[in-house]
Nanobody, 115 residues
Framework: QVQLVESGGGLVQAGGSLRLSCAAS????????MGWYRRAPGKQRELVAT???????NYADSVKGRFTISRDNAKIRVYLQMSSLKPEDTAVYYC?????????WGQGTQVTVSS
């Protein structure tokens, strides 16, 4: 089992910035593939940014140039630096970790962007 705990959400005005953090514990591994997803009100959960197994990064088109994903060398912490936030970025943000055939999710952290 892997436990994921997100932090860093909150309320911010449009144009502002927030930094989300996710820490993995339990049966972690350097093979963890971690990323961020979000679910806006009334919508399905969607990819925001993620590392891929070969170490490259995928971003949703809607966040390219505004959000940056990063991680620590041990690959047990992943961060999401969000800048130039827009009201449409309002959502619950989830950390996701994949290890082999197993996928783990954090409990989510609320990000609200006011106009």
């Amino acid at each position: 089992q892997v436990q994921l705990v997100e932090s860093g959400g909150g309320l911010v005005q449009a144009g502002g910035s927030l930094r989300l953090s996710c820490a993995a514990s339990g049966r972690t591994s350097s093979d963890n593939v971690m990323g961020w997803y979000r679910r806006a009100p009334g919508k399905q959960r969607e990819l925001v940014a993620t590392f891929t197994p070969d170490g490259t990064i995928n971003y949703a088109d809607s966040v390219k140039g505004r959000f940056t994903i990063s991680r620590d060398n041990a690959k047990i912490r992943v961060y999401l630096q969000m800048s130039s936030l827009k009201p449409e970025d309002t959502a619950v943000y989830y950390c996701r970790a994949a290890l082999g055939n197993y996928v783990y999710w954090g409990q989510g952290t609320q990000v609200t962007v006011s106009s």
